[in-house]
């Protein structure tokens, strides 16, 4: 027989002074409590508010090292699971960092009188914006008082009068000079419906057409050779009258500006002194003022084209709608406003959406067209945010439509241009506004989930370039004496900002414990502060519901108990058919190839253990162990690896010296869905060598953990959900004394289990043994030593090599 | 007066400003609960003119075009069918009763009787913004016995002047109208009359004693003795329609130029 390798079975190096691997486990070292007697305080009023996020020093240098770095591309990405204060950290520290800054100008689109589709951006300082815009209302409604004064004194219709009289002239002269010598040669100048003509006349009265035949041929050739001249004449008249219609107006229209000009300048005048220091504001108002000079008749009354009796009810729009739209054009559109704010702006966009980015352009319905200008400009985010910093979340933002394109766009050209997101597209063929570009400096923190952060990073090289900075959150902290009391103080501070009765010292114990069980690490606390949270709130809820002024553990422990009812149906569905036998779990006796190991199964926030019997069949083969759940198509791909160290495992222990001449297979029986993670190899192999060795193991024991090529066994996640999933089903069928759970040495620290569990390993009826390898395990399992149990199995191989020998020498000889 | 007024004729053409007849037509018909009959007159001088052979006339937007009868009578018809339009939908508007004809003849077709008040535009079309031919009706308004309306623009603001020349029943159907009118359209009412006039013993309780009744804002006024003197008292009151009793209007000739000078609407109670 070839020597066997085995290791020896001793103390586990970690935790060495607390436990001994292969011996169950101190009730002490299953549940990590936090003392109530050493948390220095009776109620959590008593504590100040914790100073800031738990654990998350690295994630906050990062993002104030970028908020210090003004070059471009220095966003940040705050990455980490939900829950643990990103989003409340990062706020944080940029409002105090944007309370040192300086509150960036007001923003606002203005008309640009000589192209209106293109409007014109002015920035003043904070909080002048209303002003301007109060100013300019103030400026039109005056005007329109004052205009139509001066256009109604008589010194204007004064001076119009002496305009029109001279035009007036031009015609008088021209067409009544004309028929003053029509009239003297007997021939009359008559209006015709569509202009003027000449005819000869007799008593006063157009000569009749006999009457015209019966005059000698002498006189009618003199009338109508009269008649032409005449008519030339009038053709000169009638040229010459487009040219005194037009100086007739330019000299109108110079009077109106020069009288327009000086009522506007008085009032126009205060306003260039209130804005000197601002040149683009001036020179917005020398616009202003020219425009009003050029339009001037849309201060003046219009003359009624129809009587209200003649026009149909509401075909024409009031007169309040025509001077809105008339004098929109004057006003100021504040699209932000930082008049009352102190410092930079922090702005959290929760819908990211292109829309809400870069602003929009509305478009208001009159007389079934749609219309817009600029006072229909609307901020988006990033306009608010400017001079300071936004807020984003990054999944939003890259499911919100074309958020993250507008975003990159924005940050990459260093303005915010506002269109439409068929514009952006160019897919809009429609004329709309195209507002002037206003330049941006803005720092973007997004935050989001590590793993769009990764694919980010190696899919989007856009992304790499602008956001600089990854400011990554722990989800969990050390679970020190310091960082106990100073989670004590984060509670106290949840429970003062959500306005929630006082928690004893007992609740926030207990409490803390729960932050160990969330994070399933007895030596950990989780950061994860959503949970906890809920956690506080629903407390608080039992506590009122029976009267109570301050939440106690009770309270804490009924909260986690409901939270844990209303999602634990499907678990306890499961439970009760292995209760039933349906599923087939043995809690007693002994079977060869068959153990109990333990998956987790999760259910939204909850996860629970799951026993499942493994079993193992060998027989004569050519040295592979089958997969069954790989070979269904079950298996993942971690579970696969597993069985493939199972075989690197038997081939390095037994196959030195002799070829593995078996086949063997295995399988989670009654496991109808997917299978992946290497947590139960451990548990595979113990099944494996008791089938090939036929030494029966122990039903009363389930096993996890994962093992290396070596023996060694490893540590696996969710052992507390393993245990008490084991547990349950061992007090459904009865606790023994003989029940336990073999896990991992290295999972001893990780255990933070029920009180039920707890105190059933307390009074001996229940177990929770650590092993550190397959050997120390296998001797547990089986109650028989290892090296008989390798003896075992070397001679079953070597039979297997032998028998597989001779059959090779029938088959080559060619016997049956 | 109004009780008397049996219709309101309103006389149109192609060159007249005819809406502004129409609008102060049909306000005056609201006013008095009285119908309103549009006269519509095809000019007899503009088809003579057409017949001759050499007839043209001349237009801003096309210059010298021939004028013969079949398009002369086509604009005219064209133009009537406008005044028509004009008039129902103003007519329908105030909820008033109208009719409509078309005439050749002036005298024959617009002749107003007693009881009937006559409207008609103040001169025709500006060819140019400017130059307007003179009033076109004076042929219908001397001649008929009944009281008148030259509209240039039918609505009435500002000031209403009453002129006036002596107490008397001339006086008192106009300052009956006046008032009337000038409540209506909240105006102004002044009243003006020779210097001896005004100054006669109980003139004032004469004037409160006829426009007892209506809320109005009445100022007297003595008038100056000269046209000229008149034409511009008118302008300084800002008179937006000159109302002149039977008695103390002048005679044809100079009424005719005082028209044609001044640049409201005017009114003769007859």
Known sequence: ?????????????????????????????????????????????????????????????????????????????????????????????????????????????????????????????????????????????????????????????????????????????????????????????????????????????????????????????????????????????????????????????????????????????????????????????DAVERDIKENVDDFLPQPQQMTPAEGPPGAMASEATVADMKFRRYQVNVIVDNGGRQGAPVIYEDNPTHQMLVGRVEHLARFGALITDFNLIVAGALHRANGGYLILDAERLIVGAYGWQSLKRALQSGEIRIESLEQALSMASTVTLQPE????????????????????????????????????????????????????????????????????????????????????????????????????????????????????????????????????????????????????????????????????????????????????????????VVDIEREGQLGGPLHSKGVLILNGFLGGRFGQTRPLSLHASLVFEQSYGGVDGDSASAAELFALLSALSEVPIRQSFAVTGSVDQHGIIQAIGGVNEKIEGFFDVCRTAGLTGRQGVVIPASNVKHLMLRADVVAAAEAGQFRVIPMATIDQGLELLTGVPIDTINRKIAARLDDFAAKAAALARNVAGGLP | MSGTISRIVVALDAVSENRAAIVAAVRLAAQWNAPVHGVFVEDDDLLRLAVLPFARQVTLGFGVEALDVTQAERQLRAYAERARRDLAEAARASGIEWSFEIVRDTTVGVAAAATDFLVAGISTRPIDGHFRMQCRWWSVIEPSPASFLLAREGRLRGTIVGLLQRRGPDAERLLAVAAQLAETAEARLTVIGPPELAGEEGFAAWLSQILAGHRVQVEISPTLSTPEALIRQIGELDCRLLAIAADAAPPPEQLRDLVARISCDVLVVR
């Open chain 1, 1 to 285: 027989m070839p020597p066997v390798q085995t290791r020896p079975v001793g103390v586990v190096a970690d935790k060495a002074a607390e436990f001994a691997s292969g011996s169950p486990l101190p009730a002490a070292l299953l549940n990590r409590r936090c003392r109530p007697e050493e948390l220095p305080f009776a109620l959590s009023s008593e504590l100040a508010d914790a100073p800031a996020q738990i654990g998350q020093e690295r994630a906050a240098d990062a993002v104030e090292f970028a908020l210090r770095m003004r070059q471009k591309g220095y966003n940040v990405y705050a990455l980490g699971p939900a829950g643990t204060g990103r989003h409340r950290l990062v706020d944080g520290l940029l409002k105090q960092r944007a309370a040192t800054e300086a509150t960036p100008p007001d923003l606002c689109y203005v008309n640009n009188f000589a192209d209106p589709q293109k409007p014109h951006r002015l920035e003043l300082p904070a909080g002048q914006g209303a002003g301007l815009a109060a100013a300019m209302k103030k400026l039109v409604d005056e005007l329109r008082i004052a205009l139509p004064a001066a256009f109604e004194r008589d010194e204007y219709r004064a001076r119009r009068e002496v305009v029109d009289q001279h035009f007036k002239s031009h015609s008088e002269e021209g067409f009544g000079g004309l028929q003053q010598r029509a009239e003297a040669k007997g021939i009359t100048l008559i209006r015709t419906p569509m202009g003027l003509a000449l005819a000869p006349k007799r008593d006063g009265k157009v000569m009749q057409s006999e009457d015209f035949e019966a005059l000698p041929e002498e006189e009618r050739k003199r009338i109508q050779a009269d008649l032409e001249a005449a008519q030339t004449e009038l053709e000169a008249i009638m040229r010459q009258v487009p040219q005194w219609e037009r100086e007739h107006r330019e000299a109108l229209r110079a009077l109106n500006r020069d009288t327009t000009g000086f009522a506007v300048a008085n009032l126009i005048g205060g306003m260039r002194a209130d804005y000197g220091d601002l040149p683009d504001v001036i020179e917005y108002l």
């Open chain 1, 437 to 624: 570009p206003i330049p941006i400096d803005v720092k973007v923190v997004l935050v989001g989930s590590p793993l769009l952060y990764y694919l980010l990073s190696a899919h989007d090289e856009d992304f790499v370039s602008l956001f600089k900075i990854a400011a990554d959150f722990e989800d969990r902290v050390e679970r020190s004496d310091a960082a106990t009391l100073l989670y004590a103080r984060v509670v106290a501070t949840i429970v003062r900002r959500e306005h929630l009765r006082a928690f004893d010292r007992d609740a926030v114990a207990r409490v803390i414990e729960q932050a160990a069980r969330l994070i399933g690490d007895s030596e950990r606390l989780s950061t994860s502060l959503r949970a906890t949270v809920e956690l506080l709130q629903e407390a608080d809820q039992l506590a009122a519901d029976v009267g109570k002024e301050v939440v106690g553990a009770a309270e804490v422990q009924a909260a986690i108990d409901a939270h844990t009812r209303r999602g634990d149906r499907i678990y306890r569905r499961m439970q009760e058919e292995i209760g039933r036998k349906t599923i087939r779990i043995e809690t007693d006796g002994e079977q060869v190839g068959q153990i109990n190991g333990l998956s987790v199964i999760s259910f939204g926030a909850l996860a629970f253990g799951n026993p499942t019997r493994i079993t193992a069949q060998v027989r004569m083969g050519r040295g592979e």
